[in-house]
């Protein structure tokens, strides 16, 4: 709606956690360096606590994409469904077309096995990646994610990366089930932007939609992170907020006090 009055080829804030959209912080590229390491050393699970909002699905989503044998890239984002659930979801996604997505835990188990296997042999590796793993039931962590843990360290042919993502509460969760904790061996918080990169964050964002003038003051940015807490999910909701009233009331730049306006009604939903 607002494009062509700023001038943009497109709308610059997205709120999707698209790989293309991924901007590496600091303490991104610190977790993508962490993610790696234990990816392809085969160390065991990943654990990347951080506030919503603060990148974790963009992060492994990109990660994912700049590696193409990290395949099937299995994405679960239904955390509270009972464990049985979980496991025949993930059944089916590593599983060739026209495997029974039904029976008896102990054959979806095996079924699980054996396509891990496959998966190796034809040279690929396998990321499964729990979303708000938090908000996993008990069961889920003893019946889902502990048999996996078991069954890539129990057979050398399968070639498996787990990864739970989640609110800081995750860690103190995790530590309640010591096979799991146990065997942790990369933990990487996600942190929102510094000020410096919050304004590089919004510059390049609107640079990638064809901005080539001053949209948002200096004095702005420097809001933006105030009232953000360097947030990238809040950072985009009010971006993207205040290039329509900015449209609406026909403003030629964003100001400090837009941004203060904006916030009062947006942040309070977003919390």
């Known amino acids: 709606m607002y494009e062509s009055y700023w001038k943009l080829n497109g709308r610059p804030f997205s709120q999707t956690a698209e790989p293309a959209y991924f901007y590496r ?3 991104c590229q610190t977790a993508l360096l962490r993610i790696r390491y234990a990816v392809e050393n085969l160390c065991g699970p990943v654990l990347v606590p951080g506030l919503s909002g603060n990148g974790k699905s963009c ?5 994912a994409s700049e590696f193409p044998k990290l395949r099937p890239f299995v994405h679960l984002v239904f955390p509270t469904l009972a464990a049985d659930e979980q496991l025949r979801m ?3 996604e590593l599983c060739e077309e026209g495997v029974p997505n039904s029976g008896p835990i102990d054959t979806v188990l095996r079924d699980i096995r054996s396509a891990l296997r496959r998966h ?5 590796r396998p990321l499964l990646f729990f979303d708000d793993a938090q ?9 889902v994610i502990q048999p996996l843990l078991s069954l890539a360290e129990a057979d050398a042919n ?3 990366t787990v990864l739970l993502a989640g609110q800081p509460s995750l860690t103190a969760r995790i530590r309640r089930f010591g096979q799991i904790s146990e065997r942790i061996t990369v933990t990487t918080p996600l942190n929102g932007f510094t000020a410096a990169e919050t304004a590089e964050y919004v510059r390049i964002c609107l640079h990638q939609a064809g901005c080539t003038h001053t949209i948002f003051t200096a004095d702005a940015l420097s809001r933006l992170f105030d009232v953000s807490s360097g947030n990238p999910r809040r950072i985009n909701r009010l971006c993207d907020m205040a290039l329509l009233v900015g449209f609406a009331e026909q403003k030629t730049t964003i100001s400090a006090e837009d941004i203060d306006s904006i916030a009062g009604e947006l942040l309070p939903a977003a919390a």
């Open 158 to 160: 399968i070639q498996l």
């Open 135 to 143: 908000l996993m039931t008990d069961d889920g962590f003893q019946q």
């Open 90 to 92: 993930i059944q089916a």
């Open 59 to 63: 992060l492994v989503r990109y990660f």
């Open 120 to 124: 190796a042999a034809q040279g690929r």
């Open 25 to 27: 912080s600091q303490s």
